[in-house]
């Protein structure tokens, strides 16, 4: 079975710093990974989507890396903002459909 | 047009009550997903549609029952809930490349 950590679990910066996030699978037999972002009691927001042949994916301040041989995936955001604050998920699909998330990321950027 | 969209956002229901949850897609996604999410933890997978047919059913009780009328709906009838299955009930689809969109959720408090 596919577990998925991410750590830490919460993370406080001050506005402008650069945030890593981190992810890691036991299985690396994965289709893609895909981050999300999660504001409180909304729905998921995708922010990038790895296939497991790609190596990075970037959109504006935010670069995603995969190592699907150590079962890693970071989340880099730039120049963070208060606006980044909320919590980001991690997920990895196997050959099915189903998508094994980690626990989170609770992310606040102090202005 | 991104969206999937979830009616209604915000549902109370007692224990005897029969009620559902509608979602909907225009993205000609043709998996379409429902999961449950409690507070502070990650999306659990309950069904997965594919081509408009149940593939996947992760051992739900039969008090949730899902019907996908066509393509782009989604339901989820709920019937005889428990106080435990109060949560933030999430759609979702999913692309060719099998990136996820979700919707905003429903909440759901049964009484």
């Known amino acids: 079975k596919q577990e998925v950590t991410q750590i830490p679990a919460a993370l406080s910066v001050p506005e402008g710093e650069n945030l890593v996030l981190n992810c890691s699978f036991t299985?690396?037999?994965?289709?893609?990974l895909q981050w999300f972002r999660q504001d409180p009691g909304k729905g998921l927001t995708s922010l990038l989507l790895i296939q497991s042949s790609q190596r990075e994916q970037t959109s504006g301040r935010l670069n995603a890396s995969l190592d699907k041989s150590s079962g890693r995936s970071t989340l880099y955001i730039a120049a963070s903002q208060p606006g980044d604050s909320a919590t980001y998920l991690c997920?990895?699909?196997?050959?099915?459909?189903?998508?094994?998330f980690g626990a989170g990321t609770t992310v606040t950027v102090r202005a | 047009d991104t969206e999937v969209t979830q009616t209604p956002k915000h549902l109370v229901m007692g224990m005897t009550n029969k009620k559902s949850l509608k979602c909907e897609q225009h993205?000609?996604?043709?998996?379409m997903y429902w999961y449950k999410q409690k507070a502070k933890k990650p999306p659990e997978l309950m069904f997965v549609?594919?081509?408009?047919?149940?593939?996947i059913n992760e051992s739900v009780p039969s008090r949730f029952s899902p019907e996908c009328p066509n393509s782009s709906l989604l339901n989820l009838h709920l019937h005889a809930l428990q106080p435990e299955d109060s949560a933030l009930y999430l759609c979702?689809?999913?692309?060719?490349?099998?990136?996820?969109?979700f919707g905003p959720g429903t909440r759901l408090t049964v009484t």
């Open positions: 549609y594919s081509y408009e047919k149940l593939s």
């Open positions: 299985d690396s037999a994965i289709y893609n």
């Open positions: 993205m000609g996604h043709r998996a």
């Open positions: 979702a689809s999913s692309s060719i490349s099998y990136e996820q969109y």
């Open positions: 997920a990895v699909r196997g050959n099915d459909y189903k998508l094994s």
